[in-house]
Every structure is written in structure tokens, then in C-alpha cells.
């Protein structure tokens, strides 16, 4: 293939250019069936910040068991906008493709499904696998519950798939520890594709999987609109913030002032530490943050990076007209866009980001900063990693 390319760059010399470019644009555009097997799953464990903990994870299982990934959709619950119902958002119309295939074999489950399924995976072989726990769901309690329920059975109805038949096993973890079993169990000469109800992967995403972010590339079409939103409306140096204040965030962070929750509740990992024994404490500050806290650490931030503008993302109430009071001379956005990737592109661009520290929202912001060397703080913690002081808390 390299020495194509090679001659394809003597094009403007030989005749033949043509025919030798369309050769090689349908080689890369074949996709091949790969002998060393397959892995499906259904992204359905919330909304888009833990999907995405758990796709860098699955993304890491697929290369433990050197099987190639399906990426699936991503889900964008439209409950309260048009179209009222699930809608299934292809990976790559957030992020690119390719990148991932330098970490590891991808294949987009759209592709699967059109070039590769209907072949080797052809209705009456579909296989679903399961824990043996996960299947005692099932009135029989030996078939696997692949689509019981929202969002399970809207997202296989999506890709046109039904199961004929169930494999539960137990014993088994996503971890390194059992490379071995899952791949004595179930080698790919007998089990091509590893079709699972869920993520093979933990949430939060696991600390050494948090690099793979590198491989998360945006779009050129997202970053064409958020650049674009960015010019229209911000003046740099601009610091973005994530409110996650909604009603159903209030209940969450209440396991935590109710004492029912400690330092590790959602995606607190990423501030007060992975290590149980050795995390820092996480207060009703980091997890629900008052418009008091806001505007302190807006001060702070502002101050820091002589902002011109704050730019604001927010699952409810944004404060903008508060904020406008306190910080007169500088601009108070909060656009709101109808795709929610916009607004994650346009706190990963800002010049200081402060996030929540328990939402999967801001670590996906976390984490696509600290891939790029930008700077972020959270609400109740303004030097992640730093212990904080008793007049802190």
C-alpha cells in the first residue's frame, strides 16, 4: 500500500493516475473481515458524559482481547424536543474515526452492520452474551436481556438486530486479570462476535484509561461551528464553567450530604484522587455549587486570566443575569445549543475551565484539556489535586 502512495505522488507523470488513485481509494474504502473477532455493545448506561468513560474503557477491553471494536452511536435522549423519543447520533458526527485506529482496530457499528454483517453475522447466528446475574432479569432467567427496556430496546431495534440466542458466563471482569479467560472461553474461531448488553468497562472510566482520550478527536464540523460560535460571541481570554445544578443533580448530591454517599460518588475520582484510601474529602461545594461559590471562583479565574468574557454551560438555571451584576465589564454568554458536543467543544477551547467535580460532563472537559496542556479548576477546588484547607471546606 505505501509503495501506491508513492507512485500515486508521480500522478502528474504517468497516464494512468486515474485508474492507479481509484485502486487505492477502494482498498482503503474495503472493509474486511477480521479473523480475530468482534466487539459489540450498547451504550446505555446515561447520558453522554458517562457513554463516553465507558467508550475510552470498551475501547481498551477490545485491545485486551485483540478484537476489533465496534464504536456504536452515540444516544441523545430527546424527551422534551422534537422528536420526543431516542435519537441514535453516528460516532464520527462528533468526533473522527481514524484517530482511533492508532490505538486500536475500529470499525464504525453502522459499517458492521451493512458490509460485514449480513455475511459472517447473518440473522439466526446473533449471539448475546451476558452475565449469568444480568440474565436472571429475563422471565426464564437463561436469555440474556439485550433489550429490556429503554434505552436497550430502542438501540438494537436501531440496528436492525434480535438475538437467536443467549451465552451467560460469570467469573469473568473487563481487567486485565482475565485477558486470559475471555479469550480461552471465548475464542473467536467459535465466537466471532462478543455482541454485550452494556459497556465492557467501568464507570468512571478507570485512571490508566484516561490518555486514551488522545485518540477522541472532534470533528472538523463541530470544531467549524464552535470556532464559529467562539468568534461570534466571546472575546479572549474567555473562562468557560459547567453548572450542573438541575433538579436531578440536587437528588444525586444529596446521597452525599445525607452521608449515604463518601469521597467517590459519580466522576469524583477525577479531583479527590483514584485511591480510595488516600482521596481527598468531596464536599456539597464541589457537587453543588451556590451561585456564592460560583462567583468566587469566577473571581478568581477571571482575575487570573484578565478574561474578557465568561462563557457558561448549564443543565438548568445559568446565572447570567447574576453574573452580569458582579462582573459589569465583562461579556456573560450562555448559548445553549441544541447539540450539547458544542458546548463541550467550547469549554475545551477556553483559557481556564471550571468544571463539577462529580459530573462525567466536565471530565470529559478534564480530560480533552489536559490531553492539550489547558488549564482547569472545579467549583470547591480550585488546584485539583491539592488537599484542601479546613477553611476551604
Not at 440474556?144 to 440466542?165: A, Q, S, Y
Not at 459547567?242 to 479531583?271: F, T, V, Y
Request: proline share 8%.
Amino acid at each position: 500500500m505505501a509503495a501506491k502512495w508513492k507512485s500515486f505522488k508521480l500522478c502528474f507523470l504517468i497516464p494512468l493516475c486515474a485508474a492507479l488513485f481509484q485502486q487505492i481509494w477502494t482498498e482503503a474504502a474495503t472493509i474486511k473481515w477480521d479473523e480475530n473477532g468482534y466487539i459489540l455493545y450498547c451504550p446505555c448506561m446515561g447520558r453522554f458524559g458517562n457513554q463516553a468513560d465507558h467508550f475510552l474503557g470498551s475501547l481498551a477491553f477490545a485491545k485486551l482481547l485483540n478484537r476489533t471494536l465496534a464504536v456504536p452511536p452515540w444516544i441523545v435522549y430527546r424527551h422534551h424536543a422534537p422528536p420526543y423519543t431516542n435519537v441514535h447520533v453516528p460516532y464520527s458526527e462528533f468526533f473522527q474515526l481514524e484517530p482511533l485506529s492508532d490505538y486500536h482496530r475500529i470499525v464504525s457499528l453502522e459499517d458492521f452492520m451493512e458490509k460485514l454483517a449480513p455475511k459472517h453475522w447473518p440473522p439466526g447466528q446473533r449471539v448475546a452474551y451476558c452475565f449469568e446475574s444480568a440474565a436472571q432479569r429475563s422471565p426464564d432467567r437463561k436469555t440474556c436481556p439485550m433489550k429490556d427496556g429503554n434505552p436497550f430496546g430502542p438501540f438494537w431495534d436501531h440496528i436492525g438486530v434480535e438475538f437467536d440466542k443467549s451465552v451467560l458466563f460469570g467469573g469473568l471482569s473487563f481487567s486485565p486479570y482475565s485477558q486470559s479467560h475471555w479469550i480461552k472461553r471465548f475464542p473467536p474461531s467459535e465466537h466471532p462476535v462478543l455482541a454485550l448488553p452494556g459497556a465492557p468497562a467501568q464507570f468512571p472510566v478507570l485512571e490508566e484509561h484516561l490518555g486514551l482520550q488522545r485518540y477522541v478527536v472532534w470533528a472538523d464540523r463541530l470544531v467549524q461551528e464552535g470556532e464559529g460560535l467562539i468568534s461570534e460571541h466571546i472575546t479572549r481570554p474567555y473562562v468557560g464553567i459547567h453548572l450542573r445544578i438541575g433538579s436531578d443533580w440536587q437528588n444525586a448530591c444529596k446521597l452525599l450530604q445525607n452521608g449515604e454517599a463518601g469521597p467517590h460518588l459519580m466522576a469524583s475520582p477525577q479531583c479527590v484522587g483514584y485511591d480510595r484510601q488516600t482521596a481527598l474529602p468531596l464536599t456539597m461545594t464541589m457537587c453543588l455549587p451556590d451561585l456564592a461559590e460560583i462567583r468566587r471562583a469566577l473571581k478568581l479565574w477571571v482575575k487570573k486570566v484578565a478574561a474578557q468574557s465568561i462563557y457558561i454551560a448549564t443543565d438548568s438555571e445559568s446565572y447570567s443575569a447574576e453574573l452580569k451584576k458582579t462582573f459589569k465589564n465583562i461579556r456573560v454568554i450562555s448559548l445553549r445549543p441544541d447539540t450539547a458536543q458544542v458546548d463541550l467543544y467550547i469549554l475545551s477551547q477556553a483559557d481556564h475551565f471550571i468544571g463539577n467535580c462529580v459530573s462525567s460532563f466536565s471530565a470529559f472537559v478534564k480530560r480533552d484539556r489536559d490531553i492539550h496542556g489547558r488549564p482547569s479548576s472545579f467549583f470547591g477546588m480550585d488546584y485539583p489535586g491539592r488537599k484542601i484547607k479546613n477553611d476551604e471546606l
